[in-house]
């Protein structure tokens, strides 16, 4: 973590003892996916059949359950975060659209959205309309997959993100660029946010894409990133809290590649295993592995995996939530 700031170093004791909503709870019953295809890049969710993790149907019949009507009024890569109460909830999503006519890679990196599409609810599956909310600097080029930690001690949510970011100088953004970085800011609400800070700039290697693993005793998380030279995933890990020294987990997650968009989760019902599913650039393939600490992940054998699921989330669910989202959005 480069330029800790000193904010951040006084939160650090209330970080350690954050205990947040990721926490394995013995009364979850299922698993949604929010997720996203390249060709309809609106909010599409799987939920699981019962508490099976290789095992799904696409609710809402198959369509869609959100779309943006801010900005591109196109989502990728989304996140579903909620509080430990699970009073509330929201839908981030980065803020892009790769079928305008005259995209190109280039422009959205350099003159892309500073914004990211926010949908909040009270129960998971009455949603409010969309809002375009800007967490980044004029000198960023773009916001790209937002993720979201709850911190108890201090109420609020941690927002990650990957930006690159230009010289103040250069207004309209053509020159070069930094490299690709992990960004952060606080919000209790997702309409207000602190002013955004780096949190992971590793010297010499662009990153995009982190998502985090709560590993079920307070301060300790796995982390996954994109390294986008090698176009690969590692994993760290810490037990001091996000903003605690986290040490990498082995080289890769795989040598398989490309891989990006890791999106993970704890399983249900077996003790210690973890699931992690990495985007091919065409779909998520699935991994597991029992020892989440040290790494040995190996590729899950799933029969009937949904097939075309793209960077998105993987939420355990109450009884409560798993009837709702049935009800709501029938398959
Ligand atoms: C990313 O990959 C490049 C090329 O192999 C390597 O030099 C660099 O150290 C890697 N960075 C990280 C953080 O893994
Ligand atoms: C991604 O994975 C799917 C399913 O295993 C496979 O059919 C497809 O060819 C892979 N695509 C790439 C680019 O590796």
Not at 115 to 144: C, H
Request: aromatic share 12%; charged share 15%.
């Amino acid at each position: 973590m480069q330029e800790l700031s000193i904010l951040a170093v006084a939160c650090l004791g209330a970080l350690a003892a954050a205990s947040p909503v990721e926490q394995r709870a013995t009364n979850y019953v299922g698993y949604l996916v929010s997720t996203f295809t390249d060709a309809n890049p609106k909010v599409q969710q799987y939920l699981s059949n019962g508490n099976n993790a290789y095992s799904f149907r696409f609710l809402n019949k198959g369509s869609p359950v959100l779309s943006s009507t801010v900005g591109t009024k196109a989502v990728r890569d989304i996140f579903l975060a909620t509080n430990t109460a699970r009073s509330e909830y929201y839908l981030l999503a980065t803020d892009l659209d790769i079928n305008a006519p005259g995209f190109s890679w280039d422009a959205a990196t350099r003159t892309g959205s500073r914004g990211i599409v926010v949908w909040k609810s009270t129960d998971l599956v009455t949603w409010s309309a969309s809002s375009l909310r800007t967490i980044e600097v004029s000198t960023a080029g773009m916001v790209w997959a937002p993720s979201a930690v709850w911190d108890d001690a201090t109420s609020q949510y941690y927002v990650f993100w990957s930006s690159r970011h230009y010289a103040t100088s250069d207004a309209r953004h053509t020159g070069t660029a930094s490299l690709d970085r992990i960004r952060y800011a606080t919000t209790k609400d997702f309409v207000t946010f602190s002013s955004p800070s780096d949190y992971l700039a590793p010297s010499g290697t662009p990153v995009i894409d982190q998502e985090f693993q709560y590993l079920g005793t307070a301060g300790s998380f796995a982390r996954f990133v994109k390294n986008e030279t090698t176009l690969q995933v590692y994993e760290e890990r810490t037990t001091g809290g996000l903003f605690g020294s986290w040490s990498r987990v082995g080289t890769y997650v795989t040598t398989q590649t490309p891989r990006e968009g890791p999106a993970s989760f704890a399983d249900n019902t077996t003790p210690g295993l973890y699931h992690l599913w990495l985007d091919n650039y065409t779909q998520y393939v699935p991994y597991k592995t029992n020892s989440i600490t040290t790494g040995g992940w190996s590729t899950e054998s799933v029969s009937g995996f949904p097939s075309g699921l793209k960077h998105g989330s993987i939420t355990p669910l109450t009884q409560v939530e798993y009837n709702a989202l049935g009800a709501k959005y029938p398959s």
